[in-house]
């Protein structure tokens, strides 16, 4: 059975920083792109990044861009997501997800297309 937990959430001030963590199971890690994804409540679950299987390629929000970095440990399962500048509109549910790539450099930005999904870790930025 496959498992994606997500950590690391919490209460920020703005302009602060937090490092999101998804640790994954039950999969063969190095063979699925990873993306992290957030949610407010009333509106729809919003693509925040993507990396590749290897980690060479990452694909952003254009608003996320130069503020956040998503990266991958392969040795740990473990896919990252590093929050800097926050702003209290990233205020959200964080979602990691995994899907199963078939080449080098997939990834997917939209949630249907993702084989699975962790429960969601909580970031609130207070002003």
């Known amino acids: 059975q496959v498992h994606l937990v997500e950590s690391g959430g919490g209460l920020v001030q703005a302009g602060g920083s937090l490092r999101l963590s998804c640790a994954a199971s039950g999969l063969t890690f190095v063979n699925y792109a990873m993306g992290w994804f957030r949610q407010t409540p009333g509106k729809e679950r919003e693509f925040v990044a993507a990396?590749?299987?290897?980690?060479?390629?990452?694909y952003y929000t254009d608003s996320m861009k130069g503020r956040f970095t998503i990266s991958r440990d392969n040795a740990k399962n473990t896919v990252y997501l590093q929050m800097n500048s926050l702003k209290p509109e990233d205020t959200a549910v964080y979602y990691c997800a995994a899907v199963r790539a078939y080449y080098n450099t997939y990834y997917a930005r939209t949630e249907d297309d993702y084989n699975y999904w962790g429960q969601g870790t909580q970031v609130t930025v207070s002003s």
């Open positions: 990396v590749s299987v290897n980690g060479a390629n990452t």
